[in-house]
């Protein structure tokens, strides 16, 4: 009976004794850590940065009941400065190896993913990207395809009823027009953007984004087509309404009928070059919260701060421009506005 108590107690000791090894080696574990941290902290501000990780990789990996944070730093503090000196095979197997001990970390598996990117060829990290931003970019890109469609098709009538009350003989009217031609043209897009979305509401006009949009774009492009308009009309020879009016015409019957079909050889190709440039002023309207190419562009370049996606949209808008560049030369070419006359 004596021996088995003696055996207890023995044991007990035993375990008494490990129980005190392991708390106080613990303090002295995370003591080494921090130890270790700021040793290489300090290397690093040398710009030493081999001997900077390796002194990194010395920090322990963490008992049971240890700390992660200073082993989860050190991994991860080593495997960026392998990254930036772009040796992607030492930074790869540092952050294996704090997943092999913490294979939930997010941090951990984000930084891995990065670092196996890197390690793709150019070509096929393009052809990713590509795959990955383009359907945004296209979404954003019909919104532009909106704005251009209906500032190609409401311009040319507001710019028309402009140009023809400004070369009207009613003043009133003739001067308003003035007015309008000499407030759109002579003030920035992106201003006139601004007080229709950021300065009407303080009048009490408050307007989403796409009618804002919207009718910035055509009122701007009313007035610039209303002066190519107005020049048109006048470079048609004025015998052409003498004639007209002979005939018995009214003067807006001669308008309608004789000399404003003729003007459209003539402002063709000015018309063309207003409406390549309204592809590239749709950007503006991204200032006042309109998600189209331009914002959907931004958004994905600083939430990824690749620039693949900034060349991407650049395509995008090469192609708008190259399609509508040769859809007015073929207009141009059929309605014969280069014949000599």
Same mark, same amino acid.
């Given at each position: 009976?004596?021996?088995?108590?003696?055996?207890?107690?023995?044991?007990?000791?035993?375990?008494?004794?490990?129980? *005190?090894?392991?708390?106080?080696?613990?303090?002295?574990?995370?003591? &080494?850590? &921090?130890?270790?941290?700021?040793? !290489?902290?300090?290397?690093?501000?040398? $710009?030493?940065?081999?001997?900077?990780?390796?002194?990194?990789?010395?920090?322990?990996?963490?008992?049971? /009941?240890?700390?992660?944070?200073?082993?989860? !730093?050190?991994?991860?503090?080593?495997?960026?400065? /392998?990254?930036?000196?772009?040796?992607?095979? !030492?930074?790869?197997?540092?952050?294996? /190896?704090?997943?092999?001990?913490?294979?939930?970390?997010?941090? !951990?598996?984000?930084?891995?993913?990065?670092?196996? /990117?890197?390690?793709?060829?150019?070509?096929?990290?393009?052809?990713?990207?590509?795959?990955?931003?383009?359907?945004?970019?296209?979404?954003?890109?019909?919104?532009?395809?909106?704005?251009?469609?209906?500032?190609?098709?409401?311009?040319?009538?507001?710019? *028309?009823?402009?140009?023809?009350?400004?070369?009207?003989?009613?003043?009133?009217?003739?001067?308003?027009?003035?007015?309008?031609?000499?407030?759109?043209? $002579?003030?920035?897009?992106?201003?006139?953007?601004?007080?229709?979305?950021? +300065?009407?509401?303080?009048? +009490?006009?408050?307007?989403?984004?796409?009618?804002?949009?919207?009718?910035?774009? +055509?009122?701007?492009?009313?007035?610039?087509?209303?002066?190519?308009?107005?020049?048109?009309?006048?470079?048609?020879?004025?015998?052409?309404?003498?004639?007209?009016?002979? #005939?018995? #015409?009214?003067?807006?019957?001669?308008?309608?009928?004789?000399?404003?079909?003729?003007?459209?050889?003539?402002?063709?190709?000015?018309? $063309?070059?207003?409406?390549?440039?309204?592809?590239?002023?749709?950007?503006?309207?991204?200032?006042?919260?309109?998600?189209?190419? #331009?914002?959907?562009?931004?958004?994905?370049?600083?939430?990824?701060?690749?620039?693949?996606?900034?060349?991407?949209?650049?395509?995008?808008?090469?192609?708008?421009?190259?399609?509508?560049?040769?859809?007015?030369?073929?207009?141009?070419?059929?309605?014969?506005?280069?014949?000599?006359?």
């Amino acid at each position: 009976m004596k021996t088995r108590i003696d055996a207890i107690v023995r044991s007990a000791a035993v375990a008494v004794l490990l129980l *005190l090894t392991i708390l106080t080696a613990l303090p002295a574990q995370a003591a &080494d850590a &921090d130890a270790l941290m700021k040793r !290489a902290n300090n290397i690093m501000a040398t $710009g030493d940065l081999d001997a900077a990780v390796k002194v990194y990789l010395e920090v322990p990996k963490p008992g049971p /009941e240890g700390d992660q944070g200073q082993f989860v !730093a050190s991994r991860m503090q080593a495997a960026r400065l /392998e990254f930036a000196v772009k040796d992607y095979d !030492a930074a790869l197997t540092i952050i294996e /190896e704090l997943l092999s001990v913490y294979p939930d970390n997010i941090e !951990a598996k984000q930084f891995r993913d990065s670092v196996k /990117e890197s390690m793709m060829p150019q070509w096929k990290r393009l052809m990713n990207d590509t795959v990955k931003f383009v359907p945004h970019l296209l979404k954003g890109s019909l919104m532009t395809l909106l704005l251009v469609v209906f500032t190609m098709v409401i311009s040319p009538i507001g710019g *028309l009823f402009i140009a023809l009350g400004r070369i009207g003989t009613f003043k009133p009217v003739s001067k308003l027009c003035w007015f309008i031609i000499w407030l759109f043209r $002579g003030t920035p897009l992106l201003l006139q953007l601004f007080f229709i979305y950021y +300065g009407l509401p303080a009048l +009490g006009i408050t307007l989403k984004p796409i009618p804002a949009a919207l009718i910035g774009l +055509g009122l701007n492009y009313s007035a610039y087509l209303a002066e190519i308009i107005r020049s048109g009309i006048l470079s048609i020879d004025r015998g052409q309404m003498e004639a007209a009016e002979a #005939m018995g #015409m009214t003067y807006w019957q001669a308008m309608r009928r004789v000399i404003i079909p003729q003007t459209y050889r003539v402002i063709l190709p000015p018309v $063309g070059n207003e409406f390549i440039a309204l592809i590239k002023d749709t950007a503006l309207v991204s200032t006042i919260a309109m998600v189209e190419l #331009m914002r959907t562009a931004d958004q994905l370049f600083n939430a990824s701060f690749n620039i693949t996606v900034l060349g991407l949209a650049a395509c995008i808008y090469l192609l708008f421009t190259t399609v509508f560049t040769f859809l007015f030369e073929h207009l141009e070419e059929k309605v014969g506005a280069y014949e000599v006359r």
